[in-house]
């Protein structure tokens, strides 16, 4: 290519990335083109995930996933209602069954009421029921302003506004080389060569290689945990009105198995979070030998694997055992059999690990010349991507000289 085509390139044809693309389109007459390496888009963790609009409840206060989450959350909300997409604001209920749990149940009405959620309520057993009637509790947390949607839908109406706007977004376009000019930046995909004066990386689960790729040390390993989930059968669906979470537990980074009305009908019951050994496998038997290798000569990765050993053998076990996995869900709704419930779909969460073995627990994004990489975007980042849009907009307009 002789000359630099785009003004800007966005790797990553997922819910941040279209949300990036949306957000500069919209404010400025630039040339811009959406590279995906699969053919569609929301492939990996924007199509693969809960469909949950979170509230912020669960974020350090004054943290980047805290703020965006809870200006995203509106956000997509209003443009959910502005773009006839189907969503609900149905709330959720937050469920503690040990004394043991309280103390971190009140300290997730704190860290809401810190992050400026509104209506919040504190329950006890007998309230439990009117909210949820099959599940049994001894304390629990009401939260409104969560909701469900269909984040697959979500993208795909960002990138039509992307396309209106003139931007141009190329599907089964893998990115695999990058060059450094004096004018601007040339990659090698397979649709062929792209040219370009600036960069952005969101890529997602790949995030870290793109960076490499592109002569930036992330700092992080982004290592891949496998969420399968299994739905409750449709007669038994009556056990679930809304959303029904556990207390999470504190020395765990995850949310624990929950129970998600989904916004085209059905229940589903998971995810679980089980390290994988490929990046975006979603078979429980996934194998990449390149992706496995990778992993494991890092040493953050066995840094990591060492803090949650115990935990880690727990969700391995569940995910083997379907009984177990039940045993676990019937800590929220007691009556729930083990023929309730199927298995379903699996998604990946790319999770940035540091070379101490501790997980980024906020976004990471970081700059280099020419180049912006968004390292770090797990849940609740497709709540959020509106919120993150907006601000790597910004960061592009303040960093970069686009028209």
């Known amino acids: 290519m002789s000359s630099l085509r785009y003004d800007v390139v966005i790797i990553g044809g997922g819910i941040v990335g279209m949300a990036t693309a949306m957000a500069l389109t919209s404010r400025r007459r630039l040339s ?19 469909g949950v609009i979170h509230s912020g409840l669960y974020y350090r206060p004054g943290s980047l996933r805290a703020r965006t989450c809870v200006e995203g959350r509106e956000a997509i909300f209003r443009f959910c209602q502005e773009h006839g997409i189907a969503h609900e604001r149905c709330g959720k209920l937050v469920v503690a069954i040990r004394q043991s749990e309280l103390p971190a149940l009140e300290e997730l009405e704190r860290r809401g009421q810190a992050n400026g959620l509104q209506g919040l309520r504190r329950l006890g057993p007998e309230e439990i029921q009117e909210y949820e009637p099959h599940v049994l509790g001894i304390a629990g947390l009401f939260v409104p302003e969560t909701g469900i949607v269909d984040f697959t839908q979500v993208t795909y109406a960002f990138a039509d506004l992307v396309s209106k706007a003139g ?21 090698e995909t397979t649709s062929g060569e792209v040219g370009c004066r600036y960069l952005i990386n969101c890529s997602g689960l790949q ?30 669906r009556f056990l679930v009105r809304s959303l029904i979470y556990p207390v ?13 009305r989904m916004i085209h009908g059905g229940v589903e019951a998971g995810p679980n979070a089980v390290l994988a050994f490929k990046r975006e496998g979603y078979r429980r038997w996934s194998f990449s030998s390149s992706d496995a290798r990778e992993m494991v000569s890092y040493g953050g990765f066995w840094r990591m694997a060492w803090r949650y050993r115990k935990a880690g053998i727990g969700e391995f076990y569940r995910s ?63 709540t959020a991507s509106i919120s993150i849009g907006w601000a790597i907009a910004e960061l592009a307009s303040n960093r970069f000289d686009l028209p």
């Open 248 to 260: 999470p537990d504190p020395n765990f980074p995850f949310l624990g198995v929950h129970f998600t």
């Open 320 to 382: 083997l055992s379907k009984r177990a996995f039940v045993k676990e869900l019937q800590r929220l709704i007691p009556e729930l059999g083990l023929d309730d419930v199927r298995r379903a779909g699996a998604g990946v969460r790319a999770q940035a690990v540091e070379p101490t073995g501790h997980l980024a627990d906020d976004f990471r994004i970081v700059e280099a010349e020419r180049m912006i990489h968004v390292l770090n975007a797990p849940s609740p980042a497709a």
């Open 167 to 187: 931007g141009k977004i190329q599907t089964g376009a893998q990115v695999q080389g990058f060059h450094g000019k004096a004018d601007g930046l040339l990659l």
């Open 32 to 50: 811009l083109i959406v590279l995906e390496a699969e053919d569609r888009l929301a492939a990996h963790q924007s199509g693969h995930n809960s």
């Open 207 to 236: 995030s870290d290689r793109i960076a490499r790729m592109c002569g930036v040390e992330p700092q992080l390993r982004i290592i891949p945990f496998r969420g399968e989930y299994y739905e409750l059968v449709p007669e038994r």
